[in-house]
């Protein structure tokens, strides 16, 4: 197993070289990183399982189309190792929040951290690092490729670029830190900002102290920290059974949903679907049946029947509200 991804680009020499990479001149590239607040617009609103908001970002058409470029002819050339199980397209090993939790089945310990506030803490300066120590482009050229993922001096969560350098944050400190991890039979996986740790053999507190720390260590030399009040840690003597990681049960050989969160989506059915006649054609409405169907789609790959049912009750109160076209 290889734990350090691999760039398997050709360095990029000069903005008319970069220009032409990203299929556009180099005046409109110019124009573009002059008047970037233009191209950038809000994007959706996503409803996160605790009820709180999270605001998302969207590009216009033409900043677009250069991100497009940067992930086909940039991004998605990197060999992602397999621990990082977020934010990456892989049709050989497919990657999600099922697959990050598959890391962690039937483990006797297994610990979850949430990294605090990732995507803005995600600056100028770590993104800058990836274009320039990991891809090896000159200053200027990682300068430039910086400011065209980057909005406000922060990776902006929605853009196509931001799931894969989000990927690249920890490029030169994550690997050291899964290969000394695997050395004591202890698995890792991160999830974008949900890093799970699990042991198939009972650990001290000691122990469990000094991975949680070489993880801080890790975080830290980014500018990154933990979120101490979602740390989850389950085992035999705390918790019995009921682990889960990124909503998924870990306690068999698979992953699955837990009952109590299958019957909280059926009854979510049964509720909105009381609210379809009058409601269909609103904005809250939609917004709530976006959210309900991602949790739907969820079943998918662990209850296939269950999401078959659930998901033709959705399509019989799809809402029928159209954005406006800006």
């Not at 990082?84 to 497919?94: E, H, K, S, T």
């Not at 039937?106 to 979850?112: E, F, H, L, M, Y």
């Not at 200027?140 to 196509?160: F, S, V």
């Not at 969160?261 to 006649?277: E, W």
Request: with cysteine.
């Amino acid at each position: 197993m290889s734990f350090t991804p691999l760039p398997n680009v050709t360095p990029v020499a000069n903005i008319s070289s970069l220009a032409k990479l990203l299929g556009t001149t180099v005046k409109n590239l110019e124009y573009i990183l002059a008047n970037k607040d233009k191209y950038w617009c809000p994007g959706k609103k996503i409803i996160k399982p605790n009820g709180e908001v999270r605001e998302t970002h969207n590009a216009r058409p033409k900043l677009k189309a250069i991100h497009q470029k940067i992930l086909d002819r940039l991004l998605k050339k990197v060999f992602y190792p397999i621990y990082m199980q977020g934010g990456v397209a892989d049709l050989i090993n497919p990657r999600s929040c099922r697959t990050h939790a598959a890391f962690h089945c039937s483990k006797s310990v297994v610990i979850s951290e949430d990294i605090k506030s990732f995507f803005p803490n995600c600056d100028y300066e770590n993104i800058r690092s990836i274009w320039q120590g990991f891809f090896r482009m000159e200053p200027d050229i990682a300068d430039i490729l910086t400011q065209l993922t980057t909005y406000k001096d922060q990776l902006p969560q929605g853009w196509k670029t931001s799931g894969y350098l989000a990927q690249l944050v920890f490029y030169d400190k994550e690997p050291l830190l899964v290969k000394a991890l695997a050395n004591q039979q202890i698995a890792y996986s991160r999830y974008v900002d949900d890093i799970t740790i699990s042991s198939s053999r009972p650990l001290t507190q000691n122990q469990k102290a000094d991975f949680i720390s070489k993880i801080c260590t890790m975080l830290y030399s980014k500018n990154h920290r933990l979120n101490r009040a979602k740390q989850e840690i389950f085992c035999p003597s705390v918790n019995g059974t009921g682990k889960t990681i990124t909503g998924f049960t870990v306690d068999s050989r698979k992953p699955t949903i837990h009952k109590d969160r299958r019957l909280k989506i059926r009854a979510a059915i049964h509720k909105l679907s009381l609210r379809f006649d009058v409601e269909k054609n609103f904005a809250d409405y939609n917004s709530d049946w976006e959210s309900l169907n991602s949790k739907v789609g969820q079943l998918k790959s662990t209850h296939p029947s269950l999401w078959k049912k659930n998901r033709q009750k959705m399509v019989s109160i799809k809402p029928t509200f159209k954005r406006k076209k800006k």
